[in-house]
């Protein structure tokens, strides 16, 4: 998972809100674990001046968006729908575009301290 740059092991929502609205652009992307389903995780998405999350299931299996195509793992979701526009869609049917990866420090020069 470390070379997937946009995923990002320690944010809340609220901090992925902050980094997308701060430095992202319409479009822009990142995906953490998620703070309400330990073992799932969630893609944070910045579209029209707001983030949007969308919660990814992780059945042990493979991953989904709670319904909809399957994938063995969480870079094959993320890259099918980045090459799929049109494909993730709110509930209301507006289209959300996975366009820009907010990429995550390099994991070599992050210290934890």
């Not at 946009?6 to 674990?33: H, M, V, Y």
């Not at 909809?68 to 959300?96: C, D, H, P, W």
């Not at 575009?97 to 907010?102: D, E, H, N, V």
Request: aromatic residues 10%; charged residues 25%.
């Amino acid at each position: 998972m470390s070379s997937r740059r946009w995923f990002w092991p320690r944010i809340t929502g609220i901090e992925a809100e902050k980094l997308l609205l701060e430095r992202g652009k319409d479009g822009s992307f990142l995906a953490r674990p998620s703070s309400s389903n330990h073992g799932d995780f969630t893609l944070s998405v910045l579209r029209n001046g707001e983030v949007t999350h969308i919660k990814i299931q992780n059945s042990g299996d493979f991953y989904d968006l709670y319904g909809g195509e399957k994938f063995a793992t969480l870079s094959e979701l993320v890259q099918y729908y980045m090459e799929n526009e049109g494909q993730l869609k709110e509930r209301n049917g507006g289209v959300i575009g996975l366009k820009y990866p907010l990429n995550c420090a390099d994991p070599t020069t992050e210290r934890n301290t």
